[in-house]
């Protein structure tokens, strides 16, 4: 028997920045956009010297997630896609703070490689963007990361992730700021 196709998909990035939440409706291969929430949480900034996540900013982003959470509780935890990026690729304390993330989420959360973010980042680029271009260049900097990607068409052809992004930036270079 051939797999039914969800009517509703949700993906969540947990960004070093901020998180991103997408709820759509699949509709034969077309989606269409129902909801769409983004909070600046700057995850990134609540690490210390020692790559630990500080409680404020686990707080902050736990109470996005909770938020998130409630938007996304009808919707079937296989048609939901949640991933975390550089920062709780980073953080010593990732595995603990997981653990009360995905309880304010009421979804698991997938720590992702900077590769697969640069795959997933041109994924969404070729699929909203058309081109008729033999080859183009995506970059997305992010809070704790930059992607560079090179593809053609629906495929991405080189990839590269860099430990290096605005906030990760600032705090090295701007630190009378707090970010």
Same mark, same amino acid.
């Given at each position: 028997?051939?797999?039914?196709?969800?009517?509703?998909?949700? =993906?969540?990035?947990?960004?070093?920045?901020?998180?991103?939440?997408? @709820?759509?409706?699949?509709?034969?291969? %077309? &989606?269409?956009? !129902?909801?769409? &929430?983004?909070?600046?949480?700057? /995850?990134?900034?609540?690490?210390?010297?020692? $790559?630990? #996540?500080?409680? =404020?900013?686990?707080?902050?982003? #736990? =109470?996005?997630?909770?938020?998130?959470?409630?938007?996304?509780?009808? @919707?079937?935890?296989?048609? @939901?896609? @949640?991933?975390?990026?550089?920062?709780?690729?980073?953080? +010593? $304390?990732?595995?603990?703070?997981?653990?009360?993330?995905?309880?304010? /989420?009421?979804? +698991?959360?997938?720590?992702?490689?900077?590769?697969?973010?640069?795959?997933?980042?041109?994924?969404?680029?070729?699929?909203?963007?058309?081109?008729?271009? #033999? #080859?183009?260049?995506?970059?997305? !900097?992010?809070?704790?990361?930059?992607?560079?990607?090179?593809?053609?068409?629906?495929?991405?052809?080189? %990839?590269?992730?860099?430990?290096?992004?605005?906030?990760?930036?600032? +705090? &090295?270079?701007?630190?009378?700021?707090?970010?």
């Amino acid at each position: 028997m051939p797999k039914k196709i969800p009517e509703i998909v949700a =993906a969540v990035d947990l960004g070093s920045n901020s998180f991103h939440m997408i @709820v759509c409706s699949l509709n034969g291969d %077309k &989606l269409k956009i !129902i909801d769409r &929430l983004k909070e600046m949480v700057r /995850l990134a900034s609540g690490l210390d010297k020692r $790559n630990v #996540l500080d409680h =404020a900013a686990q707080e902050r982003a #736990l =109470a996005c997630l909770e938020r998130f959470g409630q938007r996304l509780r009808n @919707v079937p935890p296989e048609n @939901v896609r @949640v991933v975390g990026t550089n920062t709780l690729r980073t953080a +010593k $304390n990732a595995e603990q703070f997981l653990v009360k993330a995905e309880k304010a /989420l009421n979804h +698991k959360i997938d720590i992702i490689s900077g590769i697969e973010e640069a795959r997933l980042i041109y994924q969404g680029v070729a699929y909203s963007l058309s081109s008729h271009a #033999l #080859l183009r260049l995506v970059m997305d !900097i992010g809070g704790g990361s930059t992607e560079y990607i090179i593809g053609s068409g629906a495929n991405p052809l080189c %990839k590269e992730s860099l430990h290096m992004g605005c906030v990760s930036v600032s +705090k &090295l270079f701007f630190k009378r700021r707090s970010y």
